[in-house]
């Protein structure tokens, strides 16, 4: 009797797949599924946020750099490999478009942060911000029928290639910000770069 078992699992990389077993002695290939892959990324980041709520302010740094990490590498494959391929094919168009406007909002929080040291002013303040944007923005991609994951598979994309890809290039992305490699400053797609004024400075104390 042949089993047909599906499920996910967890790589070290935090990289997860997709795998069809047929029996128990006649495994395939591992198949990489896009939208599994993409989604184990969102759970990794929601529980790196929930950390940072709960850390002490000395492990906080470090999570932050966890979260930026995996943030910027979510966002380049995503930006790279799977709008791209979702573009013209899914039917709302304007969801892609929101969808980059949305990275490139969350960017900006990254870039300060990765700049800016837990006892810095309002620095907590901007990781839950962020967390509050990736919570929305994951949303409206994991959306039953209307997100852009429901939409994509609707649009019948090729999700256990597309899977490979985005694998192939978090692993490269992953190997070269490894051990604190410092990021790059993250890449905007749909922000026109223009510069903004820092006011005088709020008493982060008497704001809150
Ligand atoms: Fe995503
Ligand atoms: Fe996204």
Do not use: W
Not at 122 to 143: G, P, Q, T
């Amino acid at each position: 009797m042949q089993l047909a078992v599906r499920g996910v699992v967890g790589l070290s990389s935090s990289a997860s797949l997709i795998f069809n077993c047929q029996g128990a002695h006649h495994a395939e290939q591992p198949k990489h599924d896009a939208i599994a892959l993409l989604k184990a990324d969102h759970r990794k980041v929601e529980d790196l946020f929930e950390k940072f709520e709960n850390a002490r302010s000395d492990h906080k740094q470090a999570l932050v750099q966890q979260i930026c990490t995996e943030l910027c590498i979510h966002t380049m494959i995503e930006e790279e490999i799977f709008y791209p391929a979702c573009q013209g094919k899914i039917e709302h168009d304007d969801l892609l478009e929101e969808s980059y406007v949305e990275h490139d909002g969350a960017k900006v929080l990254i870039a300060e942060l990765l700049d800016s040291e837990p006892d810095a002013a309002f620095y907590d303040a901007k990781v839950s911000v962020l967390s509050e944007m990736i919570k929305h923005h994951v949303k409206e991609e994991e959306k039953r029928s209307e997100g852009l994951f429901a939409q994509a598979k609707e649009a019948g994309l090729d999700t256990e290639a597309l899977g490979e890809r985005l694998l192939d290039r978090k692993q490269a992305l992953m190997e070269e910000f490894k051990n604190g490699a410092k990021l790059p400053p993250p890449e905007t797609r749909s922000f026109t770069g223009h510069e903004l004024l820092q006011g005088a400075p709020v008493d982060a104390g008497a704001a809150g």
